[in-house]
């Protein structure tokens, strides 16, 4: 079975849930299922991730334990992934690279949150898009796609259609690298994506936008290997 890997932006877990998107976005993952793709989801932590580990770095906690706790929380918001699908979903939250395969095998749809401490969710569907062997990673963001600068503060920045890993890892290796703040992208993804030659897209989390993104549409920033 193709299997491509989705990384759902935290943001879509902004509280109060919006429950007719997450349906509309789980229905959308059943549809490729029925086509004979299996999708594994990756949830982001999102604002909640970030505001725990905002308190607890207040009280001086270390960062790896504050890493720990955005896993923790991933993994909550993938448990509403999987109420969502019902049954169309393995009904585990894999907590390791053997027991994703083991899910794996049984042919459903699997989500998960992060896995180990030290990078953020994009670098763990990296992780998981090698370890499955699959033939895309979307990662489905709050922005549609990669920009020369971030548009949120600079009017003129410009959208890539394609960025090459190079000239990515240099955009991102200028932000810090801190529990709850690792970017748009964070620099292991793209040495896994690099190491590998993963098909990656970066899109605006829509459900229309994975679903074109997954049927070979130029949606979003499509990331070239160099
Ligand atoms: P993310 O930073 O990936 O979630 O995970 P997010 O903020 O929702 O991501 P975007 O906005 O969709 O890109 C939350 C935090 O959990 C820890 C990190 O501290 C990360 O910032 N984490 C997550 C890990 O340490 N390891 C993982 O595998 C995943």
Known sequence: MQRVVIKLSGSIFKQPFDLNYI???CDSFVSLLNEGIQPIIVSGGGEVARNYINVLRAFGVDETT???IGISVSRLNAK???GALGSFAYPLVPSSM???SLALNLGKIVVLGGLYPGHSTNATAALVAEKSRATLFVNATDVDGVYTAD?????DAKKY???DTKTLF???TSSPI???SYDLFDPLAIKIIERSNIRTRIVLCTPQNILNAIKGSKVGTEIVIK
């Open 170 to 172: 240099n955009l991102v």
């Open 161 to 163: 259609d394609q960025i």
């Open 151 to 155: 548009p949120k503060i600079d009017k």
């Open 80 to 82: 509403i992934i999987i």
């Open 178 to 180: 801190i529990a709850g």
């Open 66 to 68: 504050l890493d720990e």
């Open 98 to 100: 053997d027991e994703l």
């Open 23 to 25: 349906k509309i976005l």
